[in-house]
């Protein structure tokens, strides 16, 4: 730990209420190397007291969370990870993961974290695509984030001058370790994005704090905030957060914050030149939206405080969980008024504060206002399928947990009863981690997760399409119908597309009923509602043609699709269709087509076992037997089901 100077001892008699422009720039390590405490000489030292409590902390985060490790990948997990396996790899890492437009093509993805991606690519290297390897690192980097914390209160408690700081410090760690909300976060692999850039977050202030005693950490502090940029999109708030830090501790018109500010603010071009380069910009999102944001002035300040007002009275009560929140209750002109009472009541409540010298609790507030404002724009501008989620108040609910704490240990000391104090840490805390615990169940596979969005928001049509897929996936069929019919009636905000995805649904379901007659009719309903599924349609005549073994009248529809969009999937059936044909007629000819088809296959989808087991035998058919064994091979290394590896192996130990 790093040390410093010890102040005078003449500063250390000054009142505890003193402004932090008395004490001067030394009273930066107050938080680090002072405690108020009387009886200091009890307790070992500050170093080791505060080595156990960081322990403690870890060791603490680290056990509340230990029901997820048993969790599967769910939701968004199956797409970036699970099914993106082949692409999480080494080779992936490099200076087109910070700009892939010098890579072939252009992306355009909403999202640009790619130190997110990397921590990803090093999970699928070491865990390859166990759940397990991937939910322990969220839990490890929640527990660094915990301690990182406590750190920064004590650092932050010395200097707004706060007595109780070791009290203070360890309550409000503790509560963050347990705190509900946080559920999402960890056991959600797909959301480390949110505690990544918490860890840099953290660093930044503190390193940011240290750079008035040496203006080296202000380049740590910048790198920090470089590194928490790259994770996720919410350290857009630290330079508010720097500044409301800078005004309370009168530190705003110090010598030398002009270039730290000019440092941060270039921190964030960079950031947002390297993301306009490559992914979708600002502008960019709001253009490819599916909605309008342009409804007004009103709508936009009535939906953008109405955030503000829900994600407060969330983390006031963070008790009732939603995996999927699909939108938030209005309550219109009430609601509104509402919204404005709440900022006002924090506004003179930061005012009190302040002009008592305390300071802590008008800094806690401005935390949670500044670093509310990105979930607030992601309210406002439809970016993502959830525009609101428990995920985004991970870094919020430091302010929540800090005021908590302040409240519990100000509590027993104007009763003169620590006792209080530890009763009111106890209940808060068990009945926390009573919730977190249970919230992770929720979380354990993909119907578990929308069973219970579903329980929660029963006229969420989107919900019930997640629900539907979950259940189709785990041989539900009927079930599986039944919530898409119901999406689909109801999705009246659901665009073409929308609606032409959970009509799919319905007609997989119709065919794993083996109800083809309705699978065909709801083909031509989606085929009238968006011409552009032509080839999706042609594809599904296909396969069903298929599934009633007529395989002439599929290999005219797949063609027929092929001609319109190319797909991974068709040259696969099509492959499937020459290769059975080649077997009953023993011909070499259809051979080399099924052949040809599979070739087309894995290229478009390099990672696709199945094609790669049906290769190999086309190509042990035509007497290719080391084409053969590349292609099992590589069957066996994309395999996720046993069939195709003990076939792929059969092939490999024949003669």
Known sequence: MIQYKTMARKKRTRSNKSSPSETGENNITSG??????????????????RILVSVFLFVLSLAVFIPSLGNDFVWDDVSYIQKNANSLNFSKIGPELISPELKKGKTAGKYFRPLYQVTLILDNEIWNTSPFGFHLTNIILHSISTVLLYFLV???LGEFNIRGRESIALIASVLFALYPLHVESVSFVSARGD???????????????FS????????????????????????IALPIVIVCYDLLSRRLKSRGNLLKYAALGLIALLYFLLRSKSYLSFTGIVERSNSEISEGFFHVVDLFLNTYLFYIVKMVFPYSLKPFIDHVPQ?????????????????IAVFVSVKKKENLTAFSILW??????????????PIALSSHAERFLYIPSVGICVLFAYIIYELGKKFNMKLLSLILTLVLSISFAAVTVS?????????SLWESAVLKSPDSPAARINYGDALRNSGK???????????????????NKTKATTAHGIVVSYIDLGNYQQAEKWLEIILNDNPKYLPRYYYMKGFISLRKNNSAEAESYLLKSLNELPTANTYYLLGGISFIKAEQNNSPQQYRQAKDYLTKTVELKPDFARAYLLLAKANLALGDRQSAEINANMALKYATEQPIVDEARSILQSN
């Open 154 to 156: 004590l650092i932050l």
């Open 477 to 495: 069929p009927l079930d599986a119908l039944e919530n898409y019919m119901y999406a689909y009636e109801n999705g009246t905000e659901f665009n």
């Open 32 to 49: 680090i190397e002072e405690s108020p405490d009387k009886d200091n000489g009890r307790f070992k030292s500050f170093t080791g007291n």
């Open 439 to 447: 919230g992770q169940k929720v979380w354990k596979n993909n119907l």
């Open 331 to 347: 309550w219109g002109i009430l609601g509104l008024a509402a919204s404005i009472i709440l900022i006002a009541v924090l506004c």
């Open 212 to 235: 008035y005693k040496r203006l080296f950490y202000l380049i740590l502090a910048v790198f920090c905030f470089l590194l928490s940029f790259l994770s996720k999109e919410v350290a």
């Open 368 to 381: 949670i206002l500044a670093t509310l404002l990105p979930a607030a724009v992601v309210a406002i501008l």
């Open 195 to 209: 505690i990544l850039a918490a860890i840099f977050f953290f660093l930044s202030l503190i390193f940011y704090i």
